[in-house]
């Protein structure tokens, strides 16, 4: 049975930092890409991150680079985003998934989710 199981979540003041862990079971965690989304209320998910398997090659939505860091600890099953200067925007529940398509962006070419985790940040 496969699980993510995201942690690191939330309430912080704007311009404070969170790292949010995602430990996975259930798979050959090396063998996927692993991404990161965020929901906020009546908003779509949103794609911030990903980081390849082996490799670690790592690609970011927009402007996410600026302010956010994703990583891979393949040793330990667990992948992390890091997200600095926190604004009240990024306020959102942040999940994590993993896919065997490296390139992957999209939600739907995501095969497996964790429960996410709530983010907010006040002003």
């Known amino acids: 049975q496969v699980q993510l199981v995201e942690s690191g979540g939330g309430l912080v003041q704007a311009g404070d930092s969170l790292r949010l862990s995602c430990v996975v079971s259930?798979?050959?965690?090396?063998?996927?890409?692993m991404g990161w989304f965020r929901q906020a209320p009546g908003k779509e998910r949103e794609f911030l991150a990903r980081?390849?398997?082996?490799?670690?090659?790592?690609y970011y939505a927009g402007s996410m680079k600026d302010r956010f860091t994703i990583s891979r600890d393949n040793a330990k099953n667990t992948a992390h985003l890091q997200m600095n200067i926190l604004k009240p925007e990024d306020t959102a529940v942040y999940y994590c998934a993993a896919t065997m398509v490296q390139a992957a962006r999209e939600s739907n070419r995501y095969i497996y989710w964790g429960q996410g985790t709530q983010v907010t940040v006040s002003s």
């Open positions: 259930g798979l050959t965690f090396s063998s996927w890409t």
């Open positions: 980081i390849t398997g082996n490799a670690g090659s790592t």
